[in-house]
């Protein structure tokens, strides 16, 4: 007999402005709660240390969970000088000092350095699978973990403030990157140490802080329904790939595996729509429209 899930089937995208203190698991876990919803995943973890946008994919919305993934990211963090930390970050143990406090003129210099596409060794703290088993475990149980460099897009880097001890800084990214390896590599770069001390992120994608809602202002709407009609669309995450529409008889034949002539010359995948309504994603080649995956609303 097939699982049923508990709670509502409702589908759609929340912008959680994720509490400091708490992981992305935990999140999802006190969202799923207030929404009352069978089906909700996350889409890109934040370090229980982070703040800032958190899109949750509820019910079908987890379909697409991978367009949110690769959505290009802006965070806002701070970086203290003078300690390398074992998670490079403020939750680590000591592990090195330096006395060394780098000026202004030298961080703003080095910056060009960490832009465009860059090799970044993951921090070993991390949840990259190491033999089947996460590095941050390993890390946890005293094991030496040593991650391959991979490189990753950094667009933009921007010095917001400096102090002796710190600076504040506003980066644009794709997926994959590090604020934490930045930081230890951008101390290294300027002759001393540093950690991540603070660190919001702003964007996910099609997803702004501006559409975040923190988990105290949903405990505040006390009517499940009213917290459920603050679901974002499906499509949210899908501004980037073209939309064809189909006739709702055509969309019947795609429900049910067939493929369907459209007239339009477009090619590869796209978001397949039906009464204004979004039906899947679907493969486009020669004119003829194959589905892929479809939303079972």
Not at 42 to 60: F, I, K, R, S, Y
């Amino acid at each position: 007999m097939a699982r049923r899930h508990k709670g509502d089937h409702i589908s759609g995208w929340l912008v959680l402005d994720k509490p400091r203190g708490m992981t992305s698991s935990q999140a999802v876990g006190a969202v799923k709660r207030l929404l009352n919803a069978a089906k909700i995943g996350h889409a890109g973890t934040l370090d229980p240390l982070a703040t800032g946008v958190l899109p949750l994919a509820v019910g079908e919305a987890t379909k697409v969970v991978s367009f949110a993934m690769n959505g290009k990211k802006t965070y806002k963090f701070s970086i203290c000088w003078g300690e390398a930390r074992d998670t490079d970050d403020l939750e680590g143990t000591v592990i090195a000092t330096s006395d060394v406090r780098p000026c202004t003129d030298d961080i703003v210099a080095a910056l060009p350095e960490f832009t465009g596409l860059v090799s970044q060794k993951p921090p070993a703290f991390s949840a990259i699978k190491v033999s089947g088993e996460r590095a941050y475990d390993l890390a946890r149980d005293g094991e030496a973990v040593d991650l391959p460099p991979r490189e990753v897009q950094i667009d933009r880097l921007e010095l917001l403030s400096a102090t002796g001890d710190g600076a504040e800084f506003e980066m644009g990214c794709g997926k994959g990157t590090y604020v934490r390896a930045l930081a230890r590599d951008l101390g290294e770069r300027l002759g001393t140490l540093g950690y991540v001390s603070d660190l919001r992120r702003t964007r996910v994608g099609s997803f702004d802080e501006t559409d975040a809602f923190s988990l105290d202002k949903l405990e505040e709407i006390g009517d499940i329904p009213a917290r459920q009609g603050l679901l974002l669309p499906i499509e949210t995450p899908l501004d980037d790939i073209p939309v064809v529409a189909v006739m709702d008889s055509e969309a019947g034949r795609l429900r049910n595996g067939q493929s369907v002539m459209i007239p339009r010359q477009v090619s590869g995948e796209v978001l397949i729509t039906a009464s204004d309504q979004p039906v899947g994603l679907g493969f486009v080649e020669n004119a003829t429209l194959k589905p892929k995956r479809l939303f079972r609303l």
